[in-house]
């Protein structure tokens, strides 16, 4: 079976633009989350969906966003980008929502801004 | 507030020697608590997992961990390291509620494996 996919694998954008990251759950997943991984620092949780709902947002400002569609794929769109948005951001999925579901991480989307 | 410490920002050892990755964690009630692996580039993988009942886990690739409530620890081991185990790990604790799957996690420790 295929893992957790992300597209596109590396962006390069610039100071005020729009960026949307795509995310496929693993089959039979239904909650995804999005990390943030900044260099040298450990993931930060941005949001979880589940069931199209969101379950859950971190410490991001509201220029960060994102949904998740009838087959559980899931899309983050960043506005006004930043230059402290360059980050490698991750996309997990679990069978559930709660906290007793290990999480299964895609590779990524390296996110360059210029 | 929950929060996850890895001591330990850089470790080196030589292959066939003994490992032992340091987590500390601060969580009002029992955690959930999870130890991935990140290898140049990719994701993170899922080294092991622990819910409740028996605090020595066994995962993948010969690791294990110990959860110790007094402690607040949760230190990842494993007793013969390969030159392939170098990467970077890391410690997390997830939320002991059915509501939310957020994870917190600690800044990473790097294993270097010395020939």
């Known amino acids: 079976d295929a893992g957790v996919t992300q597209s596109p694998t590396h962006l390069i954008k610039t100071r005020g633009q729009q960026v949307t990251l795509r995310c496929s759950p693993i089959s039979g997943h239904k909650s995804v989350s999005w990390y943030q991984q900044v260099l040298g620092q450990g993931p930060q949780f941005i949001f979880q969906?589940?069931?199209?709902?969101?379950?859950g947002r971190g410490n991001f400002p509201d220029r960060f966003s994102a949904r998740q569609f009838p087959n559980y794929s899931s899309e983050l769109n960043v506005n006004a980008l930043l230059l402290g948005d360059s980050a490698l951001y991750l996309c997990?999925?679990?069978?559930?929502?709660?906290?007793?579901?290990?999480?299964?991480f895609g590779d990524g989307t390296r996110l360059s801004i210029l | 507030a929950q929060s996850v410490t890895q001591p330990d920002i850089h470790i080196t050892v030589s292959e066939g020697a003994s490992l032992e990755l340091r987590c500390n964690y601060s969580y009002g009630a029992t955690p959930y608590l999870f130890w991935y692996v990140q290898s140049p580039g990719q994701g993170l993988q899922l080294l092991l997992k622990y819910f409740s009942g028996d605090t020595l886990v066994q995962g993948i690739k010969g690791f294990e961990a110990e959860f110790k409530r007094s402690q607040s620890s949760f230190n990842l081991r494993k007793p013969s390291v390969h030159w392939s185990d170098a990467a970077e790990y890391f410690c997390?604790?997830?939320?002991?509620?059915?509501?939310?799957?957020?994870?917190?996690f600690g800044q990473g420790t790097t294993l270097q494996v010395k020939p």
């Open positions: 969906y589940y069931e199209k709902e969101e379950r």
């Open positions: 997990a999925s679990s069978l559930g929502q709660g906290g007793n579901q290990p999480q299964h």
């Open positions: 997390a604790v997830g939320h002991g509620s059915s509501n939310t799957g957020k994870l917190i």
